[in-house]
């Protein structure tokens, strides 16, 4: 049974802590189906493909994303809403009196909403980035890097659109997307196609954090994760991320001031659900462990901020130029998400670790395992 101490540590970021257990846990017998040029080369047909689509499903045009803010424009990402992942800050501009506070981007998702309203997107039109962002307060791993790639999208909606039936229409597209990459790229490398490895379902299971919770009531997070794609659906967007659950945690910590998480959105047996966001999770066949390829969700209005600020005693951040413009009405109501590029090209490729697909800095006692295990990690 699940004690309080499991449950704050499942909140409080990835559930492994020492590279023993990542040496446990990556594959033994593990040979990559595609050399390192392969990788490289169907690397640069699936990120295309995959671009190309979403842009297609979801109405979206590219668009420039910065990797470096200022501080006091509060649109840099904290990614949770306890504080403990803080973004790299640095003093920039020679010469000024005094330099500009600047900080590395974590993501976009802030910045993506302002910039609704700088390219003039209509309702029902939005943007998808190439982003790029370093993330220095993760526990490296197999599938945790500090460089971070994602597709970062944001659409244009207005109130009346703000619905689950948006959301799941929306994840939809997403996966008939991830399903035609993947069937893609098996055509451009045959040996992809590979019976120990299933292909992805047609189709996912969605499912309030509530309805897992009370499956696996015994269970912390990553363990019910687990146990729903390993015995029952091998690919789920779970909703509701972030409102504290029947056991009295939240599923997920899930910052106050971009997702709303706190909109009354499900009465299910007499139980209200609440939340407007979710996950896509699906079963790795590779690593044989649950594996998380997108965050997404409605955004917030100015009610629901000011609610999921005060939930997490953050009001403060109310007078910052992105709260200010949410609380005033200058930026659009929207819907966006982070897709992880090399989370999603570490599946479809077929390969065990994130430093197969993307150049990071990985520490030299992960380098040794990974050599042991036949893992090409790229330097």
């Known amino acids: ?5 499991d449950k704050k540590a499942d909140l409080a970021g990835p559930g492994i802590s020492t590279y023993p257990e990542v040496e446990k846990i990556l594959p033994d017998g593990y040979n990559s189906l595609l050399d390192p040029k392969e990788t490289q080369i169907a690397l640069g047909h699936l990120k295309r493909f995959i671009e190309d689509g979403l842009c297609r499903e979801l109405n979206l045009f590219h668009v420039e994303v910065p990797l470096v803010v200022t501080r006091e424009s509060g649109v840099n990402d904290y990614l949770d809403r306890d504080g403990s992942r803080t973004p790299i800050e ?70 009346e659109m703000r619905t689950l039936e948006l959301l799941k229409d929306t994840v939809t597209r997403i996966w008939k997307v991830i399903k035609g990459a993947e069937s893609f790229i098996q055509k451009e490398f045959p040996k992809l196609k590979d019976p120990r490895f299933p292909d992805l379902p047609e189709q996912l299971e969605f499912l309030h954090a509530e309805e897992l919770l009370a499956m696996y009531p015994d269970l912390p997070r990553k363990q019910r994760e687990t146990r729903l794609l390993s015995e ?64 997404m969700g409605i955004r917030v209005t100015k009610e629901t901020l000011r609610q999921q600020l005060e939930i997490s005693g953050q009001l403060d951040f109310l007078k910052l130029p992105y ?57």
């Open 1 to 5: 049974m699940s004690t309080t101490a």
């Open 232 to 295: 029952r659906f091998p690919a789920v967007f779970i909703i509701g991320i972030g409102w504290v659950l029947e056991d009295g945690y939240p599923h997920e910590m899930r910052a106050a001031d971009y997702d709303d998480w706190a909109t009354p959105t499900i009465n299910k047996n007499g139980r209200q659900m609440h939340g407007l966001n979710g996950d896509i999770l699906v079963w790795n066949p590779v690593t044989r462990r649950r594996h998380e390829l997108t965050s």
């Open 90 to 159: 640095f003093p920039c501009g020679l010469g000024l009196d005094k330099r500009m506070d600047c900080q590395v981007v974590q993501a976009a998702t802030k910045w993506k909403r302002m910039a609704l309203r700088e390219f003039n997107c209509d309702v029902g039109e939005g943007i998808c980035t190439d982003m790029r962002a370093v993330r220095k307060d993760y526990f490296l791993d197999h599938d945790h890097s500090a460089y971070v790639d994602q597709w970062d999208w944001e659409k244009r909606i207005t109130s």
């Open 323 to 379: 709260h200010q413009a949410i609380l005033n009405d200058r930026i659009p109501l929207s819907i966006g998400g982070g897709i992880g590029q090399s989370r999603t090209t570490m599946l479809l490729l077929r390969k065990a670790h994130l430093g197969e697909v993307s150049v990071a800095v990985w520490p030299k006692q992960l380098k040794e395992i990974c050599s042991r295990k036949n893992i090409h990690v790229l330097d």
